[in-house]
Nanobody, 125 residues
Framework: QVQLVESGGGLVQPGGSLRLSCAAG????????MAWYRQAPGKQRELVAS???????NYSDSVKGRFTISRDNAKNTVYLQMNSLKPEDTAVYYC???????????????????WGQGTQVTVSS
């Protein structure tokens, strides 16, 4: 009923930039919070940035000033612009959508804490 499809990952040199996209598909009415998390090998998954439907944003200290999160509510899509990338940004990046209101037939339902499949970001020279 709901899918999160991420794109934009890849290999980039230190100091470079990448833009991640995550499009939510399905019979979606609205999504309250969309976020990006990342998980490096041997480490726990951590929040990178989040944005509410009203555009309230939150960033981890490690990416403040370098990454920018944005969203297009009409397209149910969230973006992460990553600049000045560092080797320590290397990780699998996951899109997360929380409090999704969607149509199940003609009935509005809600689901919470939904994840995308992840996209690899590698920062290396």
């Amino acid at each position: 009923q709901v899918q999160l499809v991420e794109s934009g990952g890849g290999l980039v040199q230190p100091g470079g930039s990448l833009r991640l996209s995550c499009a939510a598909g399905g019979s979606i009415f609205s999504i309250y919070t969309m976020a990006w998390y990342r998980q490096a090998p041997g480490k726990q998954r951590e929040l990178v940035a989040s944005i509410t439907k009203g555009s309230n944003k939150n960033y981890s200290d490690s990416v403040k000033g370098r990454f920018t999160i944005s969203r297009d509510n009409a397209k149910n899509t969230v973006y992460l612009q990553m600049n000045s990338l560092k080797p320590e940004d290397t990780a699998v990046y996951y899109c997360n959508a929380d409090r999704i209101t969607y149509y199940s037939g003609s009935v509005l339902s809600e689901m919470y804490n939904y994840w995308g499949q992840g996209t690899q970001v590698t920062v290396s020279s």
